[in-house]
Structures are given as C-alpha cells and as structure tokens.
C-alpha cells in the first residue's frame, strides 16, 4: 500500500528501487522549503529516500526489502509527532 | 537475536564484525578459522556490502552482466556460510563504546554484545558532488544507480547523463549500456593536467596491469558505442523543477545544454568515517586521496586499542586489498586474544600483505589521474551543500567570514551538518571550504563530532534496551 492506494511490487528488492519503479519521483518534501527529494545514494548515507513504514516514519527505504503487506506513506515536510504515537 | 555472555569475563563474542562487504566477510571467516567466537552485523538483508550488493540472491543473466568482479562475491558470501561465523543481517549498530560495547538494533529492538575484538568493515560512500541542481529528483550517484541495477535489475528511464571522474563512472556508463539505458553523455570533470601529475605512478601501477586493462576496455567500449564523450567540464548545473529537465556546462570554451532525465554524479569514493568519528579515533587528512582516514596500524589497528578498521573503510584501495586487509585485521585481533602466536601470524600474514601490495600498486596512479577538480569544494554561492537542512556554499563561507574556526561552529551557526544524515552528505566539503577560507590545512581545520545514534531510531527501540532480557528473547522471535 502506497498511501492507502493497493500497489503490486516484486518483493526481495528494496522499497526504494520498488517505488521508483512504481513511478514514485518524489519520495518527500524537505521540512525545510519543501523542496521535492528522491533516492540519492541507494546506500544509506543521505536520509533523502526516508518514507513510514507501517505507521514508524524516517525509515531509509533503500535499506529496507519489500514484504507483503508493507503500508507506506510519503513524507510531507517534518513527521507528524501526533499521527504516528 | 539469541546472545549469551560469559558470565567471567562479561563478554559475548571473541570478535565482532561490521559490516558485511568484502573486507568485513574476509574478516569474520580469517578470526573464526583461528577459533575465534565472530559474529557478524549488517545493516542489510543478505551479505555483499555495496560491491557485491545482493550477490546472493541476483539472478544469472544479471550476474553475466554485472561480470566476474561482482561474480567473485558469490564465493565469499558462500564461504561465509559456511564458516562458522554467527551472522545478523538487517542488523543496525547505532553506537559503539570506548569499551568496543556494540548497541545494535534488528526489527525496532536494540540489544547489546560485547567483543574482545571489534572490527569495523564500514566501507566507503561516494564523495559528495555539490553542483548546483544536485538535489534534483532524477540526480543520484552513480554508483546507486549501479546499486538499482544490482539489487533490482532497473537502469534509469530516459536520457541519462553521466557526470564526474574515476573508474566506477566508467563501468556504471558500461552496464547501463549493457542492460539496455540511453546513456546520453559523458561529461568528464577531470583536469586534463591530471594527466601530468598520473604520469609517474604508470610505471608501478603497470605491474598489475589487469587494471590497466579494465580501464582501456571501459573507455574502448563507450567509444565504439557512440556515446558523447565531453572533457575537463565546469560550471556544471543541473536544470529542472520538480525534477531534472537538462545539464548545462562549459567543456573546451563552449557552452553545451544537453537534455536529460537522469543525471548520474560521481567524484570517487570515500572511507566512511562516521563511526570512527563517534569514538573520536585519530584520523588524517590524505591530500593524495582528498579525504579522513582513521590512523590503523599493520594489522589494522586505530587508536582505540582493540578497534581495527581494514578495506576502504580506512583507506581506498578497492574490493580485493579489502579482502586482503580483512584478514589482516582478523589475524591481529586473533593474535591480540591469544589464539595464534606471533610467529604463526606473521607467517600466515605474509600471503596477504603480497596480495595487499599488488591490489594497491595502481591506486596512486588512480588517485592522481581522477583527483577531483578543485572548483569541486568551491561551489556557486547558492549551491545547497547541507543536503538535509538546505545550507547554501554562500551561508557557509558567510560563517568562516564571521569567525568560525571549524565544522563544528559552523554547524552550531548555520545548522550545516544537522540533519538527518548527521554530515555524511557534507563534512568533507565543509572542512575542505573552511580550509580554504581561513588558508589553513584541512586537517587543522578537522570535521564534524559524531554522537549517538549513528542512524535514527525509535525511542522504543532504546527503551526495550532496559530490560537486555525481554530485547533478546523478542529480537530472538523475530530471526526464527
């Protein structure tokens, strides 16, 4: 699930190559200006690829594989404290 | 994770590793041959490292693609298996203590082991290329779109334009080729007088001339193939709004615009230094290399007795020296624990240093030949060179006119170096632009200090980290 919409993915890859794949372009926007950010380093150096998953947000998704069932949500700026417990 | 300590000696482990590349697998299967009780952490799920990035599990065709240097991982990665060694994958460390403690997080739990031994295989990350346009969606490092193609068999859409200097921007242009991309150009970045400088290390690096080889193949390649070749770029920028639209730059006094849908950067690489710098090791500034190196001794050794940090991780000398110094390392630390004696570990090291020696002959001339561009650390005024909290080349040297000495001030100033990614994306540049600021050597001018965690975490993966039983026996759970 990418922001509750169902999406089909091949799974033993990781999430960030999966999304990218999908057609996902902006992974999020910088708490910062907003500015739209992607994968950058695909080796968990640069934090740009961060999406929440299964409701914990800052989850670097070039690190992490694909499993069934994954519920994934774009980051809008900062996290939000009170969305996520 | 199932851990149990020595109730004498409180430690869990003879020999903890980290990170499971070549030097890291090298490592843990040299100490565990010795009888030495190794375990093995990594971040990701399979071992490989970035080299032989899901090696493991890539299928055939793939790996014919990729060729028999990514092939060779394979082997490694089998032996390791086989070896003894206790492995953890999709195994976070976060900090490390002065007493080599290792807190480590697999499935949002935190748990801790304790080795006589740590070492610390953390690899090498891309130097960062801050050109105006870098954040661009659609930019990313080369060497990660070579980490999508061998983690998921995917190149890039579109034009694609590769930017930069050094071997692996060559062999990623190869690949991407061979697995079916548009690769619309090479713009080179490298001086044409790094040619001058290269010259005298050709005779050294010529006697391994399989590198040589490798080299003039790549360039014959890309040649028969058509792709545009541009030399001794600058003033590159990256033009696009919510993503890349073209690059533009000046390559032998014209201006050339080329459109584009993927720009792939890459400077060479760099030791990854962030743990060190956590525990505050000695480090130098290598101006041949242009980046932090920890002080290790012959067997690998930092200034933290019973830390030693081998491959690039310490220094850049590619997946086979890695190899090497892995073993090297794990050889030390046996020997520092008892389990070989003086004379057997220089006997058995002496294989190693020959193939150590002979991987390593062809860096200089490499070094020399794609050293960066020194307009590389001197980026337009509105270039953002704090990718994590936006901090432009022009607010930094602002800072170094308003008196800060260091990284450190800037970063208490300005924010640089703040963000999530702690300074990875940015240190080298900042200590590289201070140096310059203020005309001293970057290594007065130092880095950024590293603080736990190494990489963010729930609290309540810390929190479980209070009763070290409940952690376990859950994190325990999660691997059966």
């Known amino acids: ?85 | 994770m199932n851990i149990s300590t020595d109730p004498g000696s409180g430690f869990t482990h003879d020999v903890i590793v980290i990170g499971g590349g070549p030097a890291g697998m090298s490592a843990a299967m040299t100490a565990a041959e010795y009888g030495c009780k190794v375990a093995l952490l990594d971040e990701q799920p399979r071992p490989g490292g970035q080299i032989y990035r899901n090696v493991t599990r890539a299928p055939a065709a793939l790996r014919e693609l990729l060729g028999p240097d990514y092939q060779r991982g394979s082997g490694l990665a089998e032996r390791l298996q086989r070896s003894g060694v206790e492995c953890h994958f999709d195994t976070t460390v976060w900090d490390v203590g002065q007493d080599l403690t290792v807190t480590a997080q697999c499935h949002g739990r935190s748990t801790q082991l304790r080795p006589r031994q740590l070492i610390a295989a953390t690899g090498a990350m891309e130097r960062p290329s801050p050109i105006p346009g870098w954040t661009l969606p659609g930019v990313l490092n080369a060497g990660a779109a070579q980490i999508l193609l061998k983690s998921s068999g995917t190149v890039p859409s579109g034009a694609t334009v590769l930017v930069g200097g050094g071997p692996l921007l060559l062999l990623v242009a190869c690949q991407l080729l061979d697995a079916g991309a548009r690769v619309a150009a090479l713009v080179q970045t490298t001086p044409t007088s790094n040619l001058l400088r290269a010259l005298p290390h050709l005779g050294r690096a010529s006697l391994t001339p399989s590198y040589l080889a490798k080299g003039a193949g790549l360039l014959q390649k890309l040649k028969r193939a058509g792709v545009p070749f541009y030399r001794d770029a600058r003033e590159i920028r990256i033009e696009g709004e919510s993503g890349v639209s073209a690059l533009t730059f000046r390559a032998g006094g014209t201006c050339v615009s080329i459109a584009a849908d993927a720009v792939l950067l890459h400077h060479g690489v760099v030791p990854n230094t962030q743990l060190a710098r956590l525990l505050r090791l000695e480090h130098r500034w290598d101006d041949t290399q242009l980046a932090w190196q920890p002080c290790v001794d012959a067997w690998f050794e930092t200034s933290l007795p019973g830390l030693r940090i081998p491959g690039d991780g310490a220094s850049i000398a590619g997946a086979l020296a890695a190899e090497a110094s892995g073993a090297l390392a794990a050889l030390g630390a046996a020997a520092a624990i008892g389990r070989v004696d003086c004379s057997t570990q220089e006997r058995e090291a002496r294989a190693w240093r020959k193939l150590l020696r002979k991987h390593s002959r062809v860096r200089r001339f490499l070094d020399e030949l794609y050293r960066p561009p020194e307009w590389l650390v001197a980026p337009p005024d509105e270039t953002i060179v704090c990718r994590c909290e936006e901090v432009d080349a022009g607010t930094i040297r602002h800072m170094a006119i308003l008196g800060c000495q260091g990284p450190n001030q800037t970063k208490f100033f300005s924010r640089c170096g703040m963000g999530p990614c702690q300074g990875r994306q940015c240190a080298i540049t900042v200590s590289q632009m201070l140096a310059r600021a203020h005309f001293k050597s970057v290594q007065e001018v130092g880095s950024y200090r590293i603080r736990p965690p190494l990489k963010p975490i729930p609290l309540g993966s810390i929190a479980a980290l209070a009763s070290p039983s409940v952690s376990r026996s859950a994190c325990k759970e999660e691997f059966e």
């Open chain 1, 1 to 85: 699930m990418l922001d509750g919409d169902p999406l089909r993915v091949e799974a033993g890859q990781p999430l960030a190559a999966a999304l990218m794949k999908a057609g996902l372009s902006v992974f999020r926007r910088t708490p910062v200006s907003g500015a739209p950010r992607a994968p950058f380093c695909m080796m968990g150096v640069c934090f740009e690829c961060l999406v929440e998953i299964d409701g914990v947000p800052n989850q670097q998704s070039c690190m992490v594989e694909v499993r069934e069932g994954m519920r994934v949500r774009v980051q809008d700026g900062a996290r939000n404290l009170e969305a996520t417990r």
